[in-house]
C-alpha cells in the first residue's frame, strides 16, 4: 500500500508551500535518493561540517537533512526541497537546497542558501514557481526572491 502512495503524484494543495527554522520537519518526509545524498556530500558546507564534526562516520547521516517532495514546474516532475536539520541546523537560520530529477540523477538547482524560511509562491518564472527565502536578524527582516532562469535559483537582490 505504501509504494503506491509514493508513486502517486501530490496534489498542489497537499505539497508543503512554507518551510522554517522554527520546525524540525518537514510535514510530508520523503527519503533521501542516493544521488541526492551524494550531490550535498560534496557541498561545501556540509562537507566542512561533516569534517568538523564526525568523529567515526564513514558517510553523511541522513538525519542531517528532511527532504519533501514538490512539484515546481508541473505534476510531472517530482523536485525535492532539502532542510537541513540535526547537527547542521543552525540557531535561526537553516540551509535549503532544491533538486530537479533528470535520466541519470538529480541537478541541484538552488544551491545551499542560509534562511529562516523558504516559500514557495505561486507565481511563475519560466515554468517554475518562484521562491522567497526570508532572513530576521535582530533589527532587520529581508525577503530574497529567487526566479528561476532555465537551469537555477539565482537569487536576486536582498528588498
Known amino acids: 500500500m505504501l509504494a503506491a502512495q509514493e508513486n502517486q503524484p501530490l496534489r498542489p494543495e497537499s505539497e508543503q508551500r512554507h518551510f522554517s527554522a522554527e520546525d ?14 551524494a550531490l550535498l556530500a560534496k557541498d561545501l558546507y556540509v562537507g566542512g561540517m561533516f569534517l568538523l564534526l564526525r568523529s ?5 547521516p541522513e538525519k542531517w537533512f528532511q527532504a519533501s517532495e514538490f ?10 526541497i532539502v532542510m537541513g536539520v540535526g547537527q547542521i ?32 509562491d ?15 536578524t535582530r533589527v532587520a527582516v529581508s525577503v ?15 528588498r
Open 24 to 37: 524540525a520537519k518537514v510535514k510530508r518526509p520523503v527519503r533521501l535518493p542516493p544521488a541526492v545524498a
Open 56 to 60: 567515526d562516520l564513514e558517510q553523511l
Open 71 to 80: 512539484h515546481l514546474a508541473g505534476p510531472e516532475e517530482r523536485d525535492l
Open 89 to 120: 541546523r543552525g540557531t535561526n537560520a537553516v540551509m535549503f537546497w532544491i533538486f530537479r530529477p533528470r535520466d541519470d540523477g538529480y541537478d541541484v538547482i538552488l544551491d545551499g542558501t542560509p534562511a529562516h524560511d523558504l516559500v514557495v
Open 122 to 136: 505561486v507565481s511563475r518564472t519560466k515554468g517554475y514557481r518562484d521562491i522567497e527565502l526570508i532572513s530576521a
Open 144 to 158: 530574497e526572491h529567487c526566479r528561476f532562469d532555465g537551469d537555477a535559483y539565482p537569487a536576486s537582490t536582498l
